[in-house]
C-alpha cells in the first residue's frame, strides 16, 4: 500500500463533504418523486375520478413491496452484505423504472374504464409503479444514511445527517410547492409533473454512479479492496442481536408514530388548505410547501446543535409535542385562517427537524456499523408499515366515509368537500405516543448509557 493510500479517504474534508452532496443529491430527486402526487389530489379526483380512498390506496402502495416482501430489511442486509454501490446503483435504478411506470399510469388512455377487485385499474398501475419506487427510494435511504455514518464517523456525523436529509427535503419542497404550478403551465397536466420527477431520477442515477467512484477510492484507501472483512461480515443472528436492544425498540416504535403524524399529513395538507382554510387549488401547494423548507435550516442546526451539545433524546421529546401542538390546531374547527395554517406549518417545520436531526445519528451510538444496514433496514420498514401504507391508507379511508361534507364546484369539476376535524385529531394521538416513547427512549438511555444526551466525539 503506497503512502497515499494508507491514509483514509475519510480524514479528507473535501471528500467527505462531496461524498455527502452527491448522495444527498439523489435522494433529493427521490423525495421529489415522493411527494408529487400530493398537489395533485384534486386534478385526480377531477380528471381521472379517483376517490380519497383510491388516493390513500395508491399513496400507501409505496410501501407495499418494502413490507410485504420485506424489502427493506432485505435491502439493508444486501447493503450490508454487498455494499453501497451495488445496493444503490440497484435502488436508485428501481426509482427511475417505479416513477416511469406510474407515469404511464396517469398519461396512457388504455387502462380507461378497466376495474380490478373495484378499484380502477389504472389506480392499480399508478400504485405498481409507486409501490417499485417506493423499494428503491427507501433503499437508498438506508445506503445513504449507512454512508455518512461510514465517511463521518468520529466528525460532524449529526450535522452530516442534518445536511442529508435537510437537502432530501429540499425535493419534498419542490415538489409539494411546484407539483400544481408545473401541471398548470402545461393545461392541467397530470403527467408533467410526473416526468420532471423521471429527469430529475435519472440524474439522480448518474450522481450515484459518480459517488461509486468515490466509494471505491474510500475501500482502497482502508485496504478493503477484497470486499468487508469476515469480522464485518453481516450474520443473521445479528437481527436477534439488534432485536435485543430495548432501546432499539423504542426509537423504532418512535419513528413510526413521529413520521405517522408527518408524512401522510403532507399526502394531504395541500387538500386541507382548500378545504379547512379556503386556499385557491393551484396555491394548494404553497403553505404545505413550507413545511420542508422551514425544516431545511432547522434540521441543519439541530444537527449541528446535536454533534456540540448532545441532548438527543431530549430533542426528540420537544420535537413531538410540536407535532402533538400542531395537529391539535390544525382539528380546530374555528381556527380555519391562512394565518393560523401558516403559523402552525413554521411550528411543524420545527418538529420536523427536531426529531430526524436528533433520531438518526442517535442509532450508530448504539449499533455497531456492520449491523447499520439492517438496524436502519427494520426502523423504516416499521415506519413505511404505519406512517406510508397504514395511515395515509387510514385516512383516506375516514375522509370517505365519514368526512364528506358536501361537493366542492371549481374551473376543473367537481369534487366532494370534506371536513378535516377528524384525520387531524387521529393525527394528534399518533403525536401524543410519539411523546410517550421519546419519553421511554430517554429514560431507557439514562438506564443503559447509550450517550444520546452526549456531543459526538471527534
Ligand atoms: C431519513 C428519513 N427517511 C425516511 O424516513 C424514509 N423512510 C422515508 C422517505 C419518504 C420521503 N417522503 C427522513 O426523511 O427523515
Known amino acids: 500500500m503506497t503512502e497515499a493510500l494508507s491514509k483514509s479517504l475519510r480524514h479528507s474534508a473535501a471528500a467527505r463533504w462531496i461524498s455527502l452532496a452527491i448522495v444527498s443529491f439523489s435522494m433529493l430527486c427521490g423525495y421529489y418523486v415522493a411527494d408529487v402526487a400530493s398537489p395533485l389530489k384534486p386534478l385526480l379526483e377531477q380528471q381521472l375520478k379517483w376517490t380519497s380512498a383510491e388516493y390513500g390506496f395508491f399513496t400507501g402502495a409505496y410501501a407495499w413491496f418494502n413490507v410485504a416482501m420485506f424489502m427493506l430489511i432485505i435491502g439493508g442486509i444486501l447493503l450490508d452484505k454487498l455494499g453501497a454501490r451495488l445496493t444503490g446503483i440497484l435502488a436508485c435504478i428501481l426509482m427511475v423504472a417505479g416513477c416511469t411506470l406510474k407515469w404511464w399510469a396517469v398519461t396512457t388512455h388504455v387502462l380507461d374504464g378497466g376495474m380490478f377487485f373495484g378499484t380502477k385499474t389504472q389506480v392499480w398501475v399508478a400504485a405498481l409503479g409507486y409501490a417499485v419506487f417506493g423499494v428503491g427510494i427507501e433503499i437508498v435511504g438506508v445506503t445513504a444514511t449507512k454512508v455518512i455514518a461510514r465517511w463521518f464517523k468520529g466528525y460532524e456525523i449529526a450535522l452530516a445527517m442534518g445536511l442529508q436529509v435537510g437537502t432530501a427535503r429540499i425535493g419534498t419542497s419542490l415538489a409539494v410547492g411546484l407539483g400544481g404550478p408545473i401541471a398548470e403551465k402545461f393545461h392541467q397536466s397530470i403527467g408533467a409533473p410526473i416526468l420532471v420527477g423521471v ?167 448504539f449499533i455497531p456499523h456492520r449491523q447499520l444496514g439492517t438496524a436502519y433496514g427494520l426502523i423504516f420498514w416499521t415506519q413505511n408499515l404505519l406512517a406510508l401504507w397504514v395511515v395515509p391508507y387510514l385516512i383516506g379511508w375516514v375522509l370517505d366515509k365519514y368526512c364528506i361534507v358536501g361537493t366542492r364546484v371549481s374551473q376543473a369539476g367537481t369534487s366532494p368537500a370534506y371536513n378535516y376535524g377528524l384525520p387531524m385529531a387521529i393525527f394528534t394521538v399518533l403525536g401524543v405516543l410519539a411523546v410517550v416513547f421519546g419519553l421511554l427512549l430517554k429514560a431507557e438511555d439514562k438506564a443503559k448509557g447509550f450517550g444520546l444526551e452526549l456531543p459526538s466525539r471527534g
Open 199 to 365: 429527469v430529475l431520477l435519472s440524474f439522480g442515477l448518474v450522481a450515484y454512479i459518480i459517488y461509486c467512484a468515490m466509494d471505491r477510492r474510500l475501500d482502497e484507501t482502508e485496504g478493503l479492496m477484497e470486499g468487508p472483512s469476515e469480522e464485518d461480515a453481516f450474520r443473521l443472528s445479528d437481527i436477534a442481536d439488534i432485536l435485543r436492544i430495548r432501546g432499539f425498540w423504542y426509537v423504532t416504535i418512535l419513528c413510526a408514530l413521529f413520521y405517522s403524524g408527518v408524512f401522510p399529513f403532507i399526502k394531504y395538507a395541500p387538500d386541507l388548505m382548500v378545504q379547512k382554510f379556503g386556499v385557491r387549488e393551484n396555491l394548494a401547494g404553497s403553505i404545505p410547501s413550507i413545511l420542508p423548507i422551514a425544516a431545511i435550516p432547522l434540521t441543519w442546526f439541530f444537527g449541528w446543535y446535536y454533534d456540540k451539545k448532545g441532548k438527543g433524546a431530549t430533542l426528540m421529546v420537544l420535537g413531538s409535542l410540536l407535532l402533538v401542538a400542531v395537529h391539535f390546531v390544525f382539528a380546530v374547527p374555528f381556527l380555519n385562517s391562512w394565518v393560523v395554517a401558516l403559523v402552525a406549518t413554521i411550528f411543524l417545520g420545527f418538529a420536523f427537524a427536531l426529531v430526524p436531526s436528533a433520531m438518526w445519528p442517535s442509532i450508530p451510538r
